[in-house]
């Protein structure tokens, strides 16, 4: 609980934040909207020569596009703010100061900026993720929808930790930068259905990179496509992957010199 109010409070602190820049809240959907009209022509051209691509049709690709978007705004909102700042802690000497405070340094580094603004994104997702749900007549029931949840939140985690403990790696290299840049390229192939690629890529998009779990899997467990073992497989990585992300993070903090001493 101690956590979940320090993280609310950081919450409220950046919507004070955004309220100052307004300017910045409405850029932010602007480009939001661009980049998900952009990322629905692919598709609309596409299904323009065909009705179905490897048993998928056009709005459950849409439906899909949807999930995309609210997974990729909720990781602008909550978690790009800080990763993107690894480096700075790192070189500045920014570390110091937390690690004095009485919070989970991994915690603070990870959940202390906010971008509210990118919700926006998050908001037009789930409008397109209804607009192609009804399209596509799925029909679902509350077991359905659970485990469309929980693989989603499954996603978010395991995308979580890859990105922290790429982060990390500043530890040992000094600067990351790029990194965030790789990873949220790779991130683009969620737009697309697992099935678009060959065998080896879906290895890859699954286990070791598993945007899967939070967009292709979501939609197909609406569809009553998935059971419940993949769900667990989606537990089972979310709850390996927090593990080892935390031993990377310990690891670093050994090899951690002051910048500022």
């Known amino acids: 609980m101690r956590y979940v109010r320090l993280w609310r409070r950081f919450f409220l602190q950046a919507v004070v934040r955004e309220t100052h820049f307004r300017a910045h809240f409405l850029t932010t959907l602007l480009v939001g909207l661009v980049q998900l009209r952009l990322g629905i022509v692919p598709t609309l051209l596409l299904f323009g020569f065909t009705s179905e691509v490897h048993g998928w049709s056009r709005a459950e690709v849409i439906a899909l596009v949807g999930v995309f978007q609210i997974v990729t705004g909720l990781i602008a909102t909550f978690i790009a703010p800080n990763l993107n700042r690894m480096t700075t802690y790192l070189t500045e000497g920014e570390l110091d100061s937390v690690l004095l405070r009485p919070v989970s340094s991994q915690f603070y580094l990870t959940f202390r900026w906010i971008n509210v603004a990118e919700l926006t994104n998050v908001a037009s997702g789930i409008v397109v993720l209804v607009i192609g749900l009804v399209q596509a007549r799925i029909s679902f029931g509350p077991g359905q929808v659970v485990q469309a949840l929980v693989l989603v939140c499954c996603g978010l985690v395991l ?43 879906r290895t890859f998009l699954t ?3 598993p945007v899967a779990f939070a967009t292709t899997f979501p939609i197909r467990a609406l569809a009553g496509d998935l059971g419940w073992s993949t769900v667990a497989i989606g537990v089972g990585l979310a709850a390996v992957a927090l593990l080892l992300v935390r031993f990377v993070w310990r690891r670093g903090l050994l090899t951690y010199a002051s910048a500022s001493s």
Do not use: D
């Open 159 to 201: 995308l979580t930790c890859v990105w922290s403990a790429m982060a990390f790696l500043a530890f040992w290299l000094q600067s990351v930068n790029p990194i965030g840049f790789v990873f949220l390229s790779l991130v683009e192939a969620g737009r697309y259905p697992l099935v678009f690629f060959p065998v080896a890529v």
């Open 207 to 209: 286990f070791a990179f």
